[in-house]
């Protein structure tokens, strides 16, 4: 924690202070995670790329401002989804609930390329991932990038944070249970079609 | 077939895996990682960030309202004294801006977008460019005072 923390600090630091290899580090430590969470909102390839971005503009021109590097994770985060929020509205999509959104909106954004798993285990995993409930999978999708941050996957799903650990368990026993349970072989590669019991 | 699920796996290897398949079935594409290293050059030390206080776009009035061509979007910016009104009409793939700066004079502006920077004439603290493309930007000013002045990024 304390380890994470000063490194942190010292890189914001040093990006603040003009270092490029500095900042290069933060945006190799936090893409994935950002990504994940435009993700996590069902955004496309296009969309996703404008929030990544975009969010990583705002951190830029609030560098000097980050007063507690411990909540750089959590910054970025509410950052990401304000601007996907942002993003499904500019498509004049807005719904009065952005959690109803969510969970109406279709599942074409998501990418399947099940076929790029070689891995049985993997494709496993994976086909009983998309068997999940959409909220589910809107959290692991995050979780697995920041495993204990519930504050941020809070803030991500408008959940609240004591819920987060509960959901979190939830979500990995109904995984599990797809994956001993209903597990089917699935010979055409289509991951798009859930496995069901 | 052995092995397809274990169940002495714990949460965090679980999580460990799934993360794995992730970055297989969904990477993050090299360009965005190549795009947020870039933005780093986009930064200057010693400019002021007039930061967006009001976006028409993000009132609540506006949520179920589908937008349109010839929409017109207000979108202001402060530091101190220092406001920056910019008025954004949509015209297809193309923005047409007029912003109008109270609380300084003004010796430059410039519209710049990730890519590249346009100067625009000032007149009375007012300017106008037409036919920006559609994206992120945001104004730079130079006060009559000699202060470097930035507002927040956009996306228009």
Known sequence: MTDTFS??????????????????DLVVQHTSLLHAVARSFRLDAADVADVVQTTWLRLLEHLDRIEDPTRLVGWLVTTARRESLRVLRRGGRERPSAEDFVLDRADDADPVDAGMLRDERDRALWEAYRALPDRCRQLLR????????????????????????????????QLRALLTGSVVEDEDGGAGEEART | ?????????????????????????????????????????????????????????????????????????????????????????????????????????????????????????????????????????????????GRDLVTSWVRV
Do not use: K
């Open chain 1, 142 to 173: 995050i979780a697995v990038y920041e495993p204990r941050a519930y504050e941020e996957i809070s803030a991500v799903l408008g959940m609240p944070v004591g819920s987060i650990g509960p959901t979190r368990r939830r979500c990995l026993t």
């Open chain 1, 7 to 24: 490194a942190t600090a010292s890189l914001l630091g040093r990006a603040a202070q003009g270092d490029q290899r500095a900042w290069n």
């Open chain 2, 1 to 145: 077939m052995n092995g397809i699920a274990d169940a002495d796996e714990s949460d965090e290897a679980l999580l460990a895996r799934l993360r794995e398949v992730f970055e297989q079935t969904d990477p993050v594409p090299a360009h965005l990682l190549d795009g947020a290293r870039a933005l780093f050059g986009l930064r200057r030390l010693d400019e002021e960030l007039a930061e967006l206080v009001r976006d028409s776009a993000e009132e609540p009035g506006r949520l179920l309202t589908v937008r349109g061509e010839g929409d017109v979007r207000l979108i202001s910016f402060e530091t101190g004294p220092v406001t920056v009104e910019l008025q954004v009409t949509e015209r297809g793939a193309v923005r047409d801006l007029v912003a109008q700066v109270t609380g300084t004079g003004l010796a430059r502006a410039e519209v710049e977008t990730p890519r590249e920077r346009q100067a625009i004439a000032v007149e009375d603290s007012v300017f106008t460019l037409d036919g920006v493309p559609a994206g992120l930007l945001r104004l730079r000013l130079l006060t009559s005072s």
